[in-house]
């Protein structure tokens, strides 16, 4: 079992409301990312990290932002929650690049209202 | 532009029976291939991982093959259990990976075990 967690596993919330969704994990992983999962389709990468202080944007256009103040958390805001928004988050941390292994966190799941 | 297609989209088989999924890739060249296993609401969880030169690689019931030639592998199950129900997806990484940026995923074949 890996040693990546995400908060909250299922989440519903009105139009225009600003959400964080949390990630962390326990490994001392520097490399982190968020992916988008819609029902039935493949994951897109919408943000990653190399480390402390380093953000990246994804393949997929994304209104969320993410921050890497500490190396175990990399959360994921979204300023203004719309409809369009709701879809399944899942974050992911590797030890080295992505190339190596990857550990999935059990993932978000966004209804925006 | 890098590819990887996944077959059947859907598979329903009883329990005890075989399967193999396939995956098509047009990724080259590339450095690993990956299968996942993703319960329903649930993050991917590894399966196989493997390298250009690899051709097959086990993990219990499951075994992986590769042909880097026809750019093609599969994944055999052996003796389905219901919790075999999931949605399996295939992963490759293109070689010269920008971390972070290089995985290209499948969309995944949904198995359902039936008893």
């Known amino acids: 079992e890996a040693d990546i967690y995400q908060t909250p596993r299922y989440l519903v919330i009105g139009t225009g409301k600003k959400i964080t969704l949390e990630c962390s994990q326990t490994m001392g992983h520097d490399k982190m990312y968020w992916y988008q999962q819609d029902p039935g389709m493949e994951l897109h990468l919408i943000h990653y990290?190399?480390?402390?202080?380093?953000?990246e944007k994804g393949d997929l256009s994304s209104e969320s932002t993410v921050s890497r103040i500490r190396t175990e958390h990399f959360p994921l805001t979204l300023e203004s929650a719309r409809p369009s928004h709701t879809s399944q988050y899942l974050c992911a941390s590797s030890e080295f690049e992505l190339g190596t292994e990857a550990f999935f966190g059990q993932g978000t799941r966004l209804t925006v209202v | 532009k890098n590819q990887v297609e996944q077959s059947p989209q859907s598979l329903i088989i009883l329990e005890g029976k075989n399967c193999t999924l396939q995956?098509?890739?047009?990724?080259?060249?590339?450095?690993?291939l990956r299968w996942y296993k993703q319960d329903t609401g649930r993050g991917p969880v590894s399966l196989t991982i493997?390298?250009?030169?690899?051709n097959t690689k086990s993990n219990g019931r499951y075994t992986a093959t590769l042909d880097a030639d026809t750019k093609q592998s599969s994944l055999h199950i052996t003796a389905s259990q219901l919790s075999d129900s999931a949605s399996y997806i295939c992963v490759v990484t293109p070689a010269l990976n920008q971390a972070g940026t290089a995985l290209i995923f499948g969309k995944g074949t949904t198995l359902s075990v039936s008893s």
């Open positions: 493997m390298t250009f030169s690899e």
């Open positions: 990290s190399y480390g402390v202080n380093s953000t």
């Open positions: 995956c098509n890739y047009t990724v080259s060249p590339f450095s690993n």
